[in-house]
């Protein structure tokens, strides 16, 4: 039988692109074979929407008896207090769940965007690591321009298709420069597979 994860994000519209070749890489990490599907229905269509366990459930009563794992991801956009809601959130759904379903929450140090960025090779030399992770406006500041720069400001989705396929090639790279998000929820989905 194969193990079903469903991605939930805050928008899938673009970030389903960067999402779906990361995650079936980290899952693969955690020596799962596994079906990585993007939850499209319903379109939360923001953070504040996603953070709402009301609209989680919904997508888990929609979903459940076809997936074994949900994973939300959402965009930490520089609030320090996101982690404790996602804490919040993972553990209403795994109560609600009970134990033949998992439920992770993670937060994008700042943003998704940056996980493509970890993933390429040929960033501006002066462009730091530090700098690009810590912006809590990296999309904007940082992978929008990088887009430009690569000539994929006309691909569809904005490049991120692209970007997405190429990154998740480097998905070893994504952890070591994004242990707080990408390393972690790799851990927590290992440990909890064994």
């Not at 993933?119 to 990088?146: C, I, M, Q």
Request: hydrophobic share 40%; proline share 5%.
């Amino acid at each position: 039988m194969s193990f079903n994860v469903l991605v939930i994000p805050e928008d899938f519209r673009r970030d389903e692109h960067l999402l779906k070749p990361i995650v079936e890489r980290l899952v693969d990490e955690c020596r799962k074979q596994a079906r990585v599907r993007v939850c499209r229905d319903p379109l939360l269509g923001g953070v504040h929407e996603a953070l709402k366990w009301p609209r989680i459930r919904e997508i888990v009563d929609r979903y459940r008896g076809m997936v074994h794992c949900f994973l939300l991801i959402v965009d930490r956009d520089g609030d320090g207090a996101r982690r404790r809601r996602l804490d919040q959130i993972e553990r209403e759904a795994n109560d609600y769940l009970g134990s033949d379903r998992l439920f992770l929450a993670e937060n994008a140090w700042q943003e998704i965007e940056v996980w493509a960025l970890a993933g390429v090779s040929d960033l501006p030399n002066h462009w730091t690591w530090a700098e690009v992770r810590g912006e809590p406006n990296a999309k904007e500041a940082y992978f929008e321009p990088y887009v430009v720069l690569r000539g994929l400001a006309t691909h569809p989705f904005g490049g991120r298709q692209v970007l997405g396929r190429e990154a998740a090639r480097n998905y070893v790279r994504i952890r070591r420069l994004c242990p707080d998000d990408v390393e972690n929820i790799e851990k927590r989905l290992r440990k909890r597979l064994e």
